[in-house]
């Protein structure tokens, strides 16, 4: 089974802290996403990675930036956390694609509270 | 970018179908998704659709359109265990890139 791991389930932080949130991967996938969600928006991508040391920016990645030094780890980065960043954090990976599999699979998510 | 429109709530009673509709407007379109997702917990992978046509996978089917840009997930024999929100999520492009409808809340009841 595939399983994506998310460093915690919940965390509060001060508003100006710098926040990182870590995914770990055991499927030796190549793309990886950080997404938030919040309610009436759904989910929206803030970035990914195709690969180690490549990183893309999705719809919001605005206040984040994002780090992949290791294939199964992929790092969000809150250079300073603001309150409109409180919301639901959920990461997930996929394999390439040509490999008769395209789901992404999602982490448990972190609900980040900022204050 | 994509427009993605999907019913916020519905409500139906055990045992039964419902029809979960979701309609899309994207550029490259190349398949569609649809996930579950419990209260408090991650999306978990339901289907995929990248041709015309039915996908049936037990109690539950996906059907796409690609002219018309509209996609449907059918749930058979409710159970409560069911009520959660359904995402609709079409691909665009060559990548692996998703962007998700906000989902609708389906409510199982006795």
């Known amino acids: 089974d595939v399983k994506v791991t998310q460093s915690s389930r919940y965390l509060v932080k001060r508003t100006g802290e710098k926040v990182f949130l870590e995914c770990v991967q055991d499927?030796?996938?190549?793309?990886m996403f950080w997404y938030r969600q919040d309610p009436g928006l759904g989910l929206r991508l803030i970035y990914f990675?195709?690969?180690?040391?490549?990183?893309e920016k999705g719809d919001i990645p605005e206040g984040y930036s994002v780090s992949r030094e290791k294939k199964e780890r992929f790092s969000l980065i809150l250079e300073s956390a603001s309150t409109n960043q409180t919301s639901m954090y959920l990461c997930?990976?996929?394999?390439?694609?040509?490999?008769?599999?395209?789901?992404?699979?999602f982490g448990p998510g972190t609900r980040l509270t900022v204050t | 970018g994509q427009n993605i429109d999907q019913p916020t709530e519905m409500t139906a009673t055990e045992g039964a179908i419902v029809q979960i509709n979701c309609t899309y407007q994207?550029?490259?379109?190349?398949?569609l998704f649809w996930y579950q997702q419990h209260a408090g917990e991650a999306p978990t992978f339901l289907s995929y659709?990248?041709?015309?046509g039915l996908e049936e996978k037990g109690r539950f089917s996906s059907f796409l359109s690609r002219s018309k840009g509209y996609s449907y997930l059918l749930l058979k024999e409710l159970q409560m265990k069911d009520s959660a929100s359904y995402l609709c999520?079409?691909?665009?492009?060559?990548?692996?890139?998703?962007?998700f409808g906000t989902g609708t809340q389906l409510k199982v009841e006795l």
């Open positions: 997930a990976s996929s394999p390439i694609l040509g490999t008769g599999h395209y789901e992404q699979y």
């Open positions: 999520a079409p691909r665009e492009g060559g990548g692996n890139k998703l962007t």
């Open positions: 990675s195709y690969d180690v040391k490549m990183k």
């Open positions: 659709n990248v041709l015309d």
């Open positions: 499927m030796d996938h190549e793309n």
């Open positions: 994207t550029s490259g379109f190349n398949g």
